[in-house]
């Protein structure tokens, strides 16, 4: 898969950096704002941003270099950007340094479905795609683990 080895190279140049922000593309209907984002965008010192989007298959986490835009949807309202450096899970990480870097894989999935990352201090950060939709978390939660048959691979 040609996202999965991008994804690592990037994460391999992006280890030592600082995390910069992080921006998420969100649905937005009625003027109601979707809380999970379909997107996520990582920027790091001196880096390009990488984005984090779910797979079509609805497991797998893809990744791209491409930027993200908003995108006016008509009567099913519209995708926009948003800064969530300063959220839960994101604050903790955003002006830290990436210390490691591994893929999540799911053997029930049989398919890379995340990426975990390390920060100096101690801080963590995963972004899992989890039934078509994408989860944020500091330290994935056990049963998550137990139930997708999760496994970590380093690429650091």
């Not at 965008?41 to 779910?54: A, K, M």
């Not at 948003?82 to 870097?101: E, M, T």
């Not at 963590?124 to 039934?131: A, D, E, K, Q, V």
């Amino acid at each position: 898969m040609k996202s999965l080895g991008l994804m690592v190279s990037w994460l391999l140049t992006v280890l030592g950096k600082e995390l910069l922000s992080v921006n998420a593309l969100l649905h937005i209907f009625a003027s109601e704002r979707d809380s999970s984002p379909q997107e996520f965008g990582l920027l790091f010192d001196d880096s390009e941003v990488g984005r984090f989007y779910g797979g079509p298959d609805g497991a797998s986490l893809c990744f791209s270099l491409s930027p993200f835009f908003s995108c006016d949807l008509g009567e099913h309202g519209k995708q926009d950007i948003y800064c969530v450096s300063a959220k839960p899970y994101f604050s903790n990480v955003v002006g830290r340094r990436l210390v490691s870097a591994s893929l999540v894989q799911s053997l029930a999935e049989k398919t890379v479905v995340g990426v975990a990352l390390s920060f100096d201090s101690g801080f963590r950060l995963s972004i899992l795609n989890l039934g078509d939709e994408l989860f944020v978390y500091d330290a994935i939660p056990k049963d998550i683990v137990m139930s997708e048959e999760l496994i970590l691979i380093s690429v650091s």
